[in-house]
């Protein structure tokens, strides 16, 4: 298992937000984690990288507790956080973005080799790689984004709210990528509103309400469920 997260209770000071959560991401899975808003999935996506104490639990990665080790860290072992906040440099080009991602993890002489399977991904980074993230649309911010957490190569990339704010293409599209993100051997854990969206790509689904998770189903199962609108 690549993932396994464990009765984890997480919050903010004295708010406790996530109540004994458990979840698990296999190798090369795409896993979806869908509720409503406030119900505690950014705060568990957090906690998971690192970026949150769990105040009780345990998150496993690779076999390996990792449980509130520092996200420098998971990221230098293949666990990668994309946040709804988009952090960019702004003031910085695409391609020097870019190769602060890759320097992060010391991959110097690897950006060669890499950046061509990004750019595959992501045509307009390539068109605009002089261009200041500052001066990107907010679609293509979160490619830019997403872009810098997959360069490394991650074997287990979370997103937060990817398609927040974007126009229907541009969610089309960025159901394509994560798609062939997952082809080429990345597992993707995805926090995301858009539940059509969600559902579509994922082959499990878990659902979170009000700090808990409340349901585990596979995606045919999920298809076939005629109360999904009434678990949120």
Not at 207 to 232: C, K, N, P, Y
Request: aromatic letters at 6%.
């Amino acid at each position: 298992m690549l993932l396994e997260v464990t009765a984890l209770d997480a919050g903010y000071q004295s708010k406790q937000v996530v109540f004994g959560a458990s979840m698990t991401v296999s190798e090369k899975e795409f896993v979806s984690l869908i509720g409503h808003n406030g119900a505690g999935k950014t705060t568990l996506l957090k906690t998971i990288c690192g970026f949150l104490r769990a105040t009780s639990g345990t998150v496993v990665y690779k076999g390996r507790d990792v449980t509130n080790r520092s996200p420098a860290l998971n990221v230098r072992a293949g666990l990668t956080f994309v946040h709804q906040e988009k952090s960019l440099f702004p003031n910085l080009s695409v391609f020097e973005n870019l190769q602060i991602a890759a320097y992060a993890v010391d991959l110097k002489e690897g950006l060669d080799k890499r950046l061509p399977k990004v750019y595959d991904l992501f045509p307009i980074l390539e068109e605009r790689q002089k261009q200041k993230a500052a001066t990107l649309s907010g679609g293509q911010q979160k490619q830019l984004a997403i872009a810098m957490a997959i360069l490394i190569e991650p074997a287990l990339l979370l997103l937060d709210e990817p398609t927040l704010g974007l126009s229907p293409n541009l969610v089309k599209d960025l159901a394509r990528v994560l798609s062939e993100i997952q082809k080429m051997g990345t597992a993707v854990l995805l926090v995301e509103q858009n539940v059509k969206i969600a559902i579509s790509l994922a082959q499990r689904i878990y659902v979170m309400r009000t700090g808990q998770i409340i349901l585990e189903e596979s995606h045919a199962h999920m298809m076939m469920r005629e109360d999904l609108w009434d678990l949120f």
